[in-house]
């Protein structure tokens, strides 16, 4: 079954410094997704991407995170000088059309920052 | 504005007994509804999706879920519990369109042997 893959699984960072999360959506799907879990709270939405722009974008998503995809695979997600609170699991997603469709979530990279 | 409760942060129930995992949700519009499951260390797996078609809604691992519009729920359900579903079930809503989804705060299934 395809599956969403991301990398690193775990990464420690010093605050201020910059981190870049990776992740490789299901090949066929069109609309992509990061969201995040801080530990203990619920899962949040953070950035919808489509057709190589931000189609949506909540209130967490200011101007230190930064979405990417760089090639016809890969998505990223950086955030430019990681704060304690951006410790969290981040997780990827991906969607054939986007609406009505479940996502496929990868495994998450859970991000401290120390 | 759209939302989901689900109304029980832990549940625990004995191996081979049935589970009931609640679930409200708040939408103005005709809303997509999921569950999904997450083990340890772990992704978000879906398990099963509402879609505007059959109100009851089969999923993986012998889960099933039905929607009710007079209640707004969609509770998860299964005939008898097994070890390996302890884990965190999520509710999740999105309204029709192209709108993130909408997380609940999770449930904590144990399962006792």
């Keep these: 079954e395809p599956e969403v893959t991301q990398t690193p699984s775990h990464q420690v ?31 949040e939405f953070l950035v919808s991407f489509y057709n190589n722009e931000i189609s949506e974008k909540s209130e967490i998503f200011d101007d230190q995170f930064s979405v990417e995809r760089p090639d016809g695979s890969n998505f990223t997600l950086k955030i430019r000088s990681t704060k304690l609170e951006d410790s969290a699991m981040y997780f990827c997603a991906s969607s054939e059309q986007g609406s009505n469709y479940g996502y496929t979530f990868g495994s998450g990279t859970r991000l401290t920052v120390v | 504005a759209q939302s989901v409760t689900q109304l029980d942060s832990h549940v625990s129930v004995s191996e081979g007994t049935p589970v009931l995992l609640r679930c409200n949700y708040s939408s103005s519009y005709s809303p997509s509804l999921f569950w999904y499951v997450q083990h340890p260390n772990k992704g978000l797996q879906l398990l099963l999706k509402y879609t505007s078609a059959a109100t009851l809604v089969k999923g993986i691992n012998g889960f099933e879920a039905e929607f009710k519009k007079s209640e707004t729920s969609f509770h998860l ?36 042997a």
């Design chain 1, 13 to 43: 960072t010093q605050m201020g410094q910059e981190v870049i999360l990776r992740c490789v959506p299901i090949s066929n799907h069109l609309y992509f997704y990061w969201y995040r879990q801080i530990l203990g709270q619920k899962v």
């Design chain 2, 77 to 112: 359900t299964k005939p008898s519990a097994h070890m390996s579903d302890a884990a965190e079930y999520f509710c999740v809503v999105r309204n029709s369109g192209n709108t993130p989804l909408v997380f609940g705060k999770g449930t904590r299934l144990s399962v006792i």
